[in-house]
Structures are given as structure tokens and as C-alpha cells.
């Protein structure tokens, strides 16, 4: 057995300090972490096993959180807001192996397709009076849950169109699924074998998380273990509060626009305000659309997960997440706003919006901490979902993902090229897996040539993926944004390139608009465009060779170099000096000013146009 | 008579083993390596071991390397110039990677670079599909007009890496006569590394392809050295799957060497574990700045194809090390909300601990030690270095002590403690996390700081005993004398999971194999093919490799479904037996049994006691015997607390607990006490 802190050794009884609660720290963390690899590796679905679109937790006797598995951010806050909500309700009828499904969204839940298995852990399963000691909870991304349109991105106006909801109902009992709640799930859902194969895996991770949580009840003893919990959490919060007492008080502003709600081409605005108040941050949500009628919306699970996703890039990024994290943070979302929605109200594409929030994190700490903050990302989730009937075995697939993008430039370094962004870490599907496993083609998948923000750092490039549907119709459904409004740039730093959603690109250009779904003939293409990162900085003052080195390599063309960078080179990135000299003398005497100070209130006069 | 040389070199020394096989002895050597131009040292070294050994160059019947060469050239980013020939549109794939950022809320994270630059990445028409049936015809025109842009680029290799190339490598082949027509130097993902997922695959090949001249022209100065001398035998390469092959081997599969050196460690791990009588074991190989596990199972090696460096994926076969940022030189300190924490950063060898008096500020895991009287002072490296003992104690007052409001020794048993603790969540992950248990496992602790944590961290995993071999601080280097030749191969598999249908795909990399051992000198009667197959649940995406016993036929086949079921289960706690299994890649491995050392223990004619020390556990200073543990004889035991002091190393006997010596030589610590600190 491992060696608790003994009694008798200095601070017995005392709070837990310094190396013993480090010692504990690795101990509970590396029982989530244990949880979140079985998911993974167990799982059928690829939007689990590569993606790793999941996250496992635990939960202590008083239903606090104690610990996360971090590998998916979008998930912090989510089984948070749902756990003592719905288990609250339930303690007395709780049994050992049990399993509760929920993914209701008006009942502290996301998105539909984010499905959590819900098990209390017992200090001894076969006893006849086994005391509760915590909840071991997992939530994972399935790619269908039913609803209207494969893949579970419809272009819906209420709840019931984005498929099955499930109420925290009693799915498993004794580590065995219910085989008259899961018939009717499966029933339900598209492409049902994989799917329980996916439920299954949730399950084995609780199992797990029981396994783990219990030991560690047995070594650190009752008391023990929620003398060390508290100290975790205290700890925990501690630290938070240090690092936002580090950041200047203030109240910093920004907002933006986004594309249309699906429903109607009308820009949607959002806003949000963050005051910095001492050791306490507020976030504030005012300001921001009431709730749309088309699945633009957000749960205020999933806004808290997107600003708190960049709020730790802030704050510190290895905090422990816990109930001591929460503690200084205020998140305000207005009811009947897109943020808090009305009850029934769609929220397809809420991490759309929670994506945006995250945005404006960064953008509105530009003014308090300009040297750590970046340019506009991607900004997107970019969800794509393909749906149709396999012509190799007539089996109907459905097929989920997101596509990387430009990163913001940095004070110091240019924005990544081809990332996820914020809280959104999804890894891609090897091409060669998805061309076995559905029947399609990926014709391009590259970096697009000018799509990263001018700037004295520059952004990060948007990607080009082109896939070829062969031999069937295909569905195309997309549920994104920002092919209407620019990712910022900082500081003098250029936008970067809006995204562009085209069917046929090189034969027949037809755009699509950012949220839709398309039915596609045999032997089409989309084309999924995505954007660049903003700027950092007056493009002038950015190193010459550094111009000249990403002209080499295709990815600012001649023409940008000059007419962005004021830098005059050939081909081969040869650059003239005297030449760029000239040119970025006679700029800076026109007046030209710092170019593309777009950080303002974020209304952009191209937005309004309607679709 | 003659010798066995076996010559393990890190970034700062250089050690040499030489053993006789006639005598049972060992000599050790260590030297200073030599960067860039390694050879210098290691050659420096084995004249110096021969010399110890009195024994001449034409004695050496075997000699093997672990070497740095191939894993610097990788981790330093300094390629040369490789290009790239893939599908069209396809060429950034290489650069998009798996789309994920390396740190989830690091606002100034960087992804690593590709290893080919863009302007090199050229897409040409043609294709293969998930079938292996041609697509599209290759566009031979598109083909010979890149050859020409590349040739004017001249790239010191260029990769060709097409879709489901490992189905079907026609357009591969033909790619490469092609880049060959205009004097450029193609290597195929097929052939180097022909499994499924195209970033992995080209960014092996690519690695691999921009280590290989670096290693080559490294082996050859080294071997043109050994010839020099009269040493006869070839120079073998320990590789990063835990066996040894030929520098010609080395050369073409340089990528093969990243894991060498951990490689070797594991491989003296597993001698030394089973020849204890463990068949399961973990090795904790610690040094000054960070701690390699590795785990045996079952008197095997832990292997893995899922290895990475320099945040690039790395899908070789290779031992299965996990790095731990926790060594000697691993720095303590507060963080921001009071929780005391041990590295990852290290002071590393220059300027180290604060106690060599070199300029290091900042309270280390070694500084702890020597504060709670667990390191001599004196003996301290044969008492080569003088301990700054005051500067130590004022730095942890000030860094630790003082904010935490205790003693300066509570702050360094703190230290170590949490140092522990990491390390045991570490190997936690090596065992739980597969599913083995391991109360019944050896720790093998070595490298200079790892005989003093082996104690406590053996019983905060529930290990049954810490084994702490001879010689600890130059361990490595064993397990070049030990290491078996081990060619490994494999291949994408598409088929059902027949016995007919296997044995004719397994026929085919087998004769490959053994046309490779055949090439490397080996007469086909001493190898050994053994045969593994990676499978998992349809529809799953990551597979457990299982073993494939012989004669391959139906009954074999269930045998290895069946060790997947039981695999899954062990591993992630549930298996679905009725559900179908599926095929993904063949291995084959042809191993040439290396003969295994018999090794006398010391007599013991000196008089081990060293007196006594005071040395600082939970609850305050305990009087602790000191021991000279080259003069321990076989048989005897230590009663804890206890310190057993060599060149080197430190070993630490808390007290409750009893430390033996083995025939071997090995020291065999029983945690027994419930609290080891």
C-alpha cells in the first residue's frame, strides 16, 4: 500500500500543506487521467478515440468537484453544472453501478450530442448499507444522438429536431446497461452498433473512476481524504486569486458579430465586458442578442467553458479544475439572451457562440495585458457533418468533424498555423482511416497562400480541406460562422481571411452558407475554407526576411508581400532593400496609420449583409 | 582469453563495461564524452577499458554501442534539407499534423516545425485508394517536372509518401525511379514504415531520412576507429526496440536509434530483474535531471509503437520508456498557491546543485539529500567535489524552510517526498494503467540519484522489492553486453483474421526478415522469427499488439483472439467477447540470442563498515550505518536505517527496512515499513 502521511508526523491534523497536498494532488489526478484513457481507448467512435472529444471527473461526498481529466476544455464547467443539480434530487435512490444518462441542456447539460454517464461511488459495494463518498462522471461527443439531420448539426428552430434528450434516466444498473432503455436509444440514433460501443466505454470509465476513488478513501482514511479535499480546493482557489490580483483592475470591453443565426442572414452581436476587480473577475454578458431562433444559441455551461478556456491563459494554465477554481469567477448571461436561452430554444451550434465568447476574452484583455493577449483565431468550431448510404455495402455512415485554422498573432511570436483554438483541442481523422471507413476522397487539405493577418507578427494560416463524395448523394451540413466579419488583427496588425464554404470549387464555385445543409450529387466536392489569424503589430515593422521566408514558401504571395509588408522581393524571396525601404518610407509619410485598428466595438460594416 | 565491450554514451560521459566471459568479471570505465565528434570519446574509452583489462584489441569478440547521435540530431532541429514528393493537394499534411495545439491554455505555445520546409512539399497527380486499386493514374509528366524543381534545390534526400501506399506501393516505386532519373536520392514510406495514417508514416520516413547521414557518417568514423585498432568484430547498435543492429542496419534505419541509450537500461533492467528471479519489474533509471521508467512483463520488455519526440510522432517499434521530469538536479520550489513542487526544471549537470559549489542557486532534490545526511559529503563522487554544505542550507532557509515555516530539514524531506510522489504517479501509469498490479514487481533503480529514492518509491507503489544492481551509475551499459539481435518488421494487414491468409502475408515478411539477418552476417540457424499481430474491435481505432505462436493455424489464431480479449480486459477493465476482431499489422522479429553473463559477486575481503552518520527520517535524525557496498559479501544483510555508499551511487536503507545481497551482487531492499521516509 502507498504511505498516507502518518500519524504523528509534523502537522498531523492540521490542514494539509505544501508537499503533502502535491503528494495528494498526483495521487487524485492520476485517477481521472486513468479514467479518460479507458474512455479513449475503448471507445468506437472517432470523434472519442482520435478526437478525444471527452472528459472524465470526480466528485466528492458533497458533490464538489474535485478533479478533471484535461484534455477537452470545452467540457470544463459542464459536469460541473449538471452533477449537483441532478444527483442532489436522486441521493436516496442511488445504488452501486449504477449509470445515469443525461445531455439535457435546460437541465445543466450543453449541447445534445455531449451524452454524460453519471455513477455514484459507494466506500463498499456489497454492503448492506453502502455510504455514498462521491460521483465519478464522464461526458463524451457522440456523433449522433437522432434529430433531424445526420451528425447532429440541423439547422434546427427548437430542441426536439437536435435528436434524443435524456433526462439523468437510470441507463445502467449493477455495470450493466439497461437493455430496454438502451433499444430505445439505439433505435434513435444512426448507425447504432457504434454508438453502444461508445455508451459501453463510458461506462468501463466510471467503473474506473469507483475503482480509484475508493482506494484512495482506504488509504488516506474518511477523514483523511476530505481533510486533503478541502485543502486542494482552498489551495486551488488560492492560486486563482493570486493570478487575477495580478492583472489591473479595470473593466475591459469587446464585441463582435456573427454570420446569422441559420434562420435569418441578420448579423447577431455579442458582447461581453470583464472587470477585474481585486482578487474577482466578473464576465458579463450584457449587451449580447436575445435568444435566436435558429440553433445559435448557447447553454450558460457552454459560455462559461468558452471564456473560461482562454481566461486561464491568463490566470495560469496547469490550475488544478475544481470547485476552488470557480470560486472567484461571475459569469453573467441575461436571461433570454443567446448565452442563457429560452427553455426548448435549439442550441445546435452553441459552442459557436461559446467559441466567439473566447474570442472576446482575448480581445478584451488587449487593453489590460497587451503583452500577453493575441489577435483574432479562427474563431470557429467549424462543425461539418456528412451523412448517406455507403455504395461499397449499401450501409448508411455518418461522419462528424471540425476543421483546424489560423491561430491570433502573439506581441512576440506569429499565430500557428492549421490549430484548433480555445477551448477546442479535437485532433483530425488520418485521411487514410476516414477513406476506409466512409466513402469519400480528400482532395485537398493545405494551408491557404494569404490567409494569415499582415502584421508585425503575422497570424496563422486558415486551411483547405476538399472532400469528394464518389458514387452516392451525400448530405453536407455545416454549422459555422465567420464567413461575414474579419478575425481581427491587434495593434495596427491586419484581419485575417474570413472563412469561405464553397460546393465544386474548381468546376462549378458554388458558395454555401455557413450554416446549412446540402444535398450533394455523386461525384461533388466541398470545400471547406477556413480563416486565418489576425495580425499583431504594423505589418511594416515586421523583419524583411521574415516576409521573405514565407514567400518562399508559398504562403504570402509577391503581391501581399509588397502590398501589405511594404516589402519588395521576387519569387524566390529575394528582397530588394533599397526598394522596401522606399515603400515603407512613402507609407509611413501618406499617413497611412497604424492599418487595421480593428479592436474598436468589432461592428463591422460588411456584416449586415443578408443571406 | 577474450572480452565482451559494451559502450553506453551520454551527453556528458562515456561508460565502458568490459566483461570476461572466462573469468565472470566486469571493469568499468567512465570518460568524458565528446561532442560533437562522439567517436573520440567512445574510442578514448575502450582504449582505456582494454588498457584496465589488460587485454589487447584482437581479445574483443563483441562489441556494442548505445549512442546519443541520432536522438541530438533530432532534438537540436538541425535537418538538412529534406524534400517531400506526395499526393497533389496532400503537401501541408505534413504540416497541419493531427491540428491540435501542444499546450491546451498556453497562449504562446508553438507547434513543432514539420521536418520538411514547404518550399520542398510537392503534390503530384495520381492515386491509390482505401483498396489499394489505382484511382487515378500518376501523372509521370507532373512527376519528372518536380524531379527537375528539386533537383536545383538539391535536398539531401527526398521522401516519397502517397495515400495507402502500404496497400499498393506501385506509384511509390515509380515516384522514386523517376526522382532517380535526376540524381536525387528517394526514400519510400513504404519501405521504411508501411502501416496506416499518413502523417506518421511521412513524418517517420522523413525523420529518418534527415538523421541518416548524421548517423552513418558518425558509425563509419567510429567503426573506421575500432578497425584502427585491431578490434575485429563489427560495431552493433543497441536501437530503440531494446536489441541490437549492424551500422548498416543503423544507417538505413538511423530513426531507430532516438531510444538507445533508455533502450539499453531497459534491456539491463529486464537481465537483472529476471536474473533475480523477477519476471515482472519496473526500472527507474535516474539521473540529473529527469527519470526513465520502463516496465517488464512477464520476463519481457514493454515495447511500443506509439513514441514521439520533439512533440512529432514516432511510430517505430521501441522500448515503452515513459521520461519523468524528476532527477538529482530537478529544482524545489513554492508555487503560487504555497504547494511545495519539484522540477521540471532542472539545474542540470553545469551549474547543478547548489552542494558542487558551481553556482547554483536554487534548492535541488540532490541538495535534500545531502542536507538529510543521506548523501557523505565527502564520498560524494569519490570525493572528487567539494559540497558547498552552508550554501546548501541557506538557499533551502531561504527558498523553502522560511515560507513554510519549518525546519530546513522538514523542507528537504518535503523534497524528496514529493520528488517520490511524482515518480510513483509516473509509474503508476506504466502499471495501473495497463492493468497489471504491481505488488509483485522488482523496482530496478539506477543512474546516480536513483538507489536513493528506490526504497521509498518501491513501497508507495506497493512494490514488493527495490533491486539496485552492481554498479548502479553505469548500469546502462549492461545491457549492451546482454542485448540480443532483434530485427523487427511489419506491415499493414487488410484481410480477415484466417489462418490461411495470415501465413501467407506472415511468409512474406518473414523472408524479408531473413534476408536482412542474412545481410547482417548471421546464419539463419541461430535466428529465431517470432511473430506478433496487432489487433483490435471492429470499428475501434487503437489496436494491443499480441503474441502469434507457432505452427500458424486455426488453433493459433484463437489463441491470439483470445489473448486480445484478455488483454482488453486486463487493460481497460472490459472485453467484448462476442464481437468481431479485426486484423491491423503484422510483426515479425528474427532475434539472435546473445549468451547471458555469468557474474561473480565481490568476495567481500575488505571490511565494509564505514562507521555511522546521522541521517534524517520522518520524525527527526536517526543514527544510520554507512557501508562500503563493493565490500558486502553475498548473503549478507543491512538492517535499515542504513546508507550503502560506491562510486557514484547512493543506496538508502530507511529504517524498518532490510537490505540483502544477492549471489549477483544486487542489493535487495524489503520496504516492509508501512512509512519508508
Known amino acids: ?611 | 582469453m577474450t572480452v565482451r565491450i559494451g559502450v553506453d554514451t551520454g551527453g556528458t560521459f562515456t561508460d565502458v563495461i568490459v566483461y570476461d566471459p572466462a573469468a565472470g568479471e566486469t571493469r568499468v570505465v567512465k570518460t568524458p564524452s565528446t561532442p560533437p565528434e562522439f567517436e573520440r570519446g567512445v574510442l578514448t574509452g575502450i582504449d582505456e577499458a582494454l588498457a584496465k583489462a589488460d587485454e589487447d584489441p584482437g581479445a574483443v569478440e563483441f562489441l556494442s554501442h548505445g549512442t546519443t547521435v541520432g536522438t541530438n540530431a533530432v532534438l537540436e532541429g538541425e535537418l538538412p534539407p529534406v524534400g517531400l514528393v506526395t499526393n497533389e493537394g496532400l503537401r501541408d499534411v505534413l504540416a497541419i499534423g493531427d491540428q491540435t495545439r501542444p499546450a491546451l491554455y498556453d497562449l504562446q505555445a508553438e507547434k513543432p516545425d514539420p521536418p520538411v520546409e514547404r518550399r520542398l512539399r510537392y503534390g503530384v497527380p495520381g492515386r491509390i485508394g482505401s483498396d489499394g486499386e489505382v484511382v487515378d493514374e500518376l501523372d509521370e509528366e507532373a512527376v519528372r517536372s518536380v524531379a527537375r524543381e528539386l533537383a536545383g534545390e538539391d535536398p539531401e534526400v527526398v521522401v516519397v509518401s502517397t495515400l495507402f501506399s502500404f496497400l499498393n506501393p506501385d506509384h511509390e516505386e515509380r515516384i522514386g525511379t523517376l526522382l532517380e532519373a535526376e540524381g536525387l536520392d528517394p526514400v519510400l514510406s513504404s519501405a521504411v514504415h508501411p502501416e496506416i495514417r499518413e502523417y506518421d508514416r511521412t513524418v517517420t520516413t522523413a525523420l529518418n531520412a534527415a538523421v541518416r547521414s548524421t548517423v552513418r557518417s558518425y558509425l563509419d568514423d567510429l567503426s573506421a576507429g575500432v578497425e584502427e585498432r585491431g578490434i575485429e568484430v563489427p560495431v552493433n547498435v543497441m536501437h530503440s526496440g531494446g536489441g541490437l543492429f549492424s551500422t548498416a542496419e543503423a544507417s538505413r534505419m538511423a530513426i531507430r536509434t532516438v531510444l538507445s541509450g533508455p533502450a539499453a537500461g531497459a534491456v539491463a533492467t529486464r537481465e537483472a530483474a529476471t536474473a533475480e528471479g523477477y519476471a515482472d519489474a519496473v526500472g527507474m533509471d535516474m539521473g540529473g535531471t529527469s527519470a526513465d521508467v520502463s516496465l517488464v512483463r512477464d520476463g519481457e520488455l514493454a515495447r511500443t509503437t506509439e513514441g514521439e519526440v520533439n512533440d512529432l510522432p514516432l511510430k517505430t517499434p521501441m522500448i515503452d520508456v515513459t521520461t519523468v521530469g524528476a532527477g538529482g538536479g530537478s529544482v524545489a520550489w513554492l508555487d503560487a498557491g504555497g504547494a511545495l513542487r519539484v522540477g521540471p526544471e532542472s539545474s542540470g549537470a553545469d551549474p547543478g546543485p547548489v552542494c558542487y559549489g558551481r553556482g547554483g542557486d536554487r534548492p535541488t532534490l540532490t541538495d535534500a539529500n545531502l542536507l538529510l545526511g543521506r548523501i557523505n559529503p565527502e564520498y560524494f563522487l569519490d570525493g572528487e567535489m567539494s559540497l558547498a554544505v552552508e550554501e546548501t542550507r541557506t538557499v533551502f532557509e531561504r527558498d523553502l524552510a522560511g515560507p513554510l515555516g519549518r525546519s530546513v530539514e522538514e523542507a528537504a524531506l518535503a523534497t524528496v517526498r514529493v520528488a517520490n510522489a511524482s515518480l510513483a504517479r509516473e509509474i503508476r501509469r506504466a502499471t495501473v494503467e495497463r492493468g497489471l498490479d504491481p505488488s509483485g514487481f522488482a523496482l530496478v533503480a539506477f543512474g546516480g540519484a536513483g538507489p536513493l529514492q528506490a526504497a521509498a518509491v518501491a513501497a508507495e507503489t506497493g512494490m514488493e522489492k527495490a533491486l539496485i544492481p552492481p554498479s548502479p551509475g553505469v548500469f546502462s551499459a549492461r545491457g549492451l553486453l546482454v542485448a540480443d539481435v532483434r530485427v523487427d518488421e511489419a506491415r499493414s494487414y487488410r484481410g480477415p483474421l484466417a489462418a490461411d491468409r495470415l501465413a501467407e502475408a506472415f511468409a512474406g515478411l518473414e523472408s524479408t526478415l531473413r534476408e536482412r539477418t542474412r545481410d547482417q552476417g548471421f546464419d539463419t540457424g541461430d535466428v529465431a522469427i517470432e511473430r506478433a499481430i496487432d489487433l483490435r474491435y471492429e470499428g475501434q481505432s487503437y489496436e494491443l499488439t499480441v503474441d502469434v505462436d507457432d505452427p500458424l493455424d486455426g488453433a493459433t489464431v484463437d489463441r491470439a483472439r483470445d489473448r486480445f480479449h484478455r488483454a482488453h480486459e486486463r487493460r481497460y477493465g472490459h472485453a467484448n467477447y462476442g464481437e468481431p476482431v479485426e486484423p491491423v499489422t503484422l510483426r515479425a522479429t528474427a532475434r539472435v540470442t546473445t549468451p547471458e553473463l555469468r557474474v561473480e559477486a565481490g568476495t567481500g575481503d575488505r571490511d565494509p563498515e564505514r562507521g555511522t552518520r546521522e541521517v534524517y527520517f520522518e520524525g527527526g535524525f536517526r543514527t544510520a550505518r554507512i557501508y562500503r557496498r563493493t565490500a558486502l559479501s553475498p548473503g549478507s544483510t543491512v538492517e535499515g536505517p542504513a546508507v550503502l555508499e560506491e562510486a557514484g551511487s547512493t543506496t538508502l536503507v530507511p529504517p524498518d527496512a532490510t537490505a540483502s545481497v544477492s549471489g549477483r551482487g544486487g542489493i535487495l531492499v524489503d520496504p516492509a515499513a508501512r512509512d519508508p521516509l
Open chain 1, 1 to 611: 500500500m502507498t504511505a498516507p502521511p502518518s500519524p504523528g508526523s509534523p502537522g498531523d491534523g492540521d490542514e494539509p500543506s505544501g508537499p503533502d497536498l502535491e503528494i495528494f494532488r498526483h495521487a487524485l489526478e492520476s485517477s481521472v487521467e486513468e479514467m479518460g484513457v479507458t474512455l479513449q481507448r475503448t471507445a468506437y467512435s472517432t470523434n472519442i478515440k482520435i478526437r478525444r472529444d471527452h472528459t472524465c471527473a470526480l466528485f466528492d461526498a458533497d458533490l464538489r468537484h474535485v478533479a478533471q481529466h484535461d484534455v477537452a476544455p470545452q467540457h470544463i464547467g459542464s459536469l460541473v453544472s449538471v452533477i449537483p443539480r441532478n444527483v442532489e434530487p436522486l441521493l436516496d435512490e442511488l445504488e452501486p453501478g449504477d449509470g445515469f444518462l443525461i445531455n439535457d441542456p435546460y437541465r445543466g447539460a450543453v449541447h445534445l450530442p455531449d451524452v454524460m454517464l453519471v455513477s455514484p461511488v459507494f466506500d463498499d459495494e456489497d454492503a448492506d448499507d453502502p455510504e455514498l463518498i462521491g460521483v465519478a462522471a464522464n461526458s463524451a461527443h457522440h456523433v449522433d444522438v437522432g434529430g433531424s439531420t445526420a451528425g447532429g448539426i440541423p439547422i434546427s428552430t427548437d430542441l426536439y429536431q437536435e435528436g434524443l434528450v435524456f433526462p439523468m434516466v437510470r441507463a445502467a444498473e449493477d455495470w450493466a446497461y439497461d437493455d430496454r432503455i438502451m433499444s430505445l436509444v439505439t433505435r434513435n440514433v444512426r448507425d447504432s452498433e457504434k454508438r453502444m460501443g461508445d455508451y459501453r466505454a463510458q461506462l468501463g470509465a466510471n467503473r474506473i473512476g469507483v475503482r480509484r476513488l475508493r482506494s484512495l478513501r482506504e488509504e488516506y482514511g474518511p477523514e483523511g481524504l476530505d481533510r486533503h479535499l478541502d485543502a486542494l480546493l482552498d489551495y486551488t482557489e488560492r492560486r486563482v486569486r493570486a493570478a487575477i490580483a495580478d492583472l489591473p483592475d479595470g473593466t475591459y470591453g469587446a464585441s463582435d458579430e456573427m454570420d446569422g443565426d441559420g434562420v435569418t442572414g441578420d448579423p447577431v452581436p455579442i458582447a461581453l465586458s470583464i472587470t477585474v476587480d481585486g482578487d474577482e473577475m466578473t464576465l458579463d454578458f450584457s449587451g449580447t442578442a436575445s435568444t435566436n431562433e435558429g440553433p445559435l444559441n448557447c447553454t450558460p455551461a457552454m459560455a462559461f467553458a468558452g471564456v473560461m478556456s482562454v481566461v486561464m491563459g491568463f490566470v495560469g494554465s496547469d490550475l488544478p479544475k475544481n470547485d476552488g477554481f470557480y470560486r472567484p469567477f461571475e459569469v453573467v448571461t441575461p436571461e433570454d439572451t443567446m448565452v442563457n436561452p429560452r427553455e426548448g430554444a435549439p442550441v445546435a451550434g452553441g459552442w459557436e457562440v461559446a467559441m466567439r465568447a473566447g474570442e472576446l476574452v482575448a480581445k478584451a484583455m488587449a487593453d489590460a495585458v497587451p503583452e500577453e493577449t493575441i489577435a483574432a483565431t479562427k474563431g470557429i468550431i467549424c462543425n461539418v457533418a456528412y451523412g448517406g448510404r455507403d455504395p461499397r455495402d449499401g450501409e448508411e455512415y455518418v461522419f462528424y468533424e471540425t476543421v483546424a485554422g489560423g491561430y491570433g498573432a502573439r506581441a512576440e511570436r506569429d499565430g500557428m498555423d492549421a490549430v484548433q483554438t480555445h477551448f477546442q483541442n479535437t485532433a483530425n481523422s488520418p485521411i487514410e482511416e476516414l477513406e476506409t471507413e466512409i466513402p469519400l476522397r480528400v482532395r485537398r487539405y493545405e494551408l491557404i497562400a494569404d490567409s494569415a493577418g499582415a502584421g508585425r507578427t503575422r497570424g496563422g494560416l486558415g486551411v483547405r480541406r476538399d472532400v469528394e463524395f464518389y458514387d452516392h448523394e451525400a448530405t453536407f451540413s455545416l454549422l459555422s460562422d465567420r464567413a461575414e466579419s474579419d478575425p481581427w488583427g491587434l495593434f495596427g496588425g491586419r484581419p485575417g481571411r474570413r472563412a469561405r464554404y464553397v460546393v465544386n470549387p474548381d468546376t462549378d464555385p458554388r458558395p454555401v452558407n455557413s450554416k446549412s445543409t446540402t444535398t450533394l450529387d455523386p461525384g461533388d466536392v466541398t470545400s471547406v475554407q477556413t480563416p486565418g489569424g489576425g495580425g499583431y503589430g504594423d505589418p511594416h515593422e515586421r523583419d524583411p526576411e521574415a516576409v521573405a521566408r514565407d514567400v518562399r514558401n508559398g504562403v504570402v504571395s509577391v503581391e501581399a508581400a509588397r502590398g501589405e509588408y511594404g516589402v519588395v522581393c521576387d519569387a524566390e524571396g529575394t528582397v530588394d532593400r533599397a526598394a522596401t525601404e522606399a515603400l515603407r518610407g512613402s507609407a509611413e509619410t501618406e499617413g497611412d496609420g497604424p492599418a487595421g485598428e480593428s479592436e474598436g466595438d468589432g461592428t463591422d460594416p460588411e456584416g449586415g449583409d443578408p443571406a
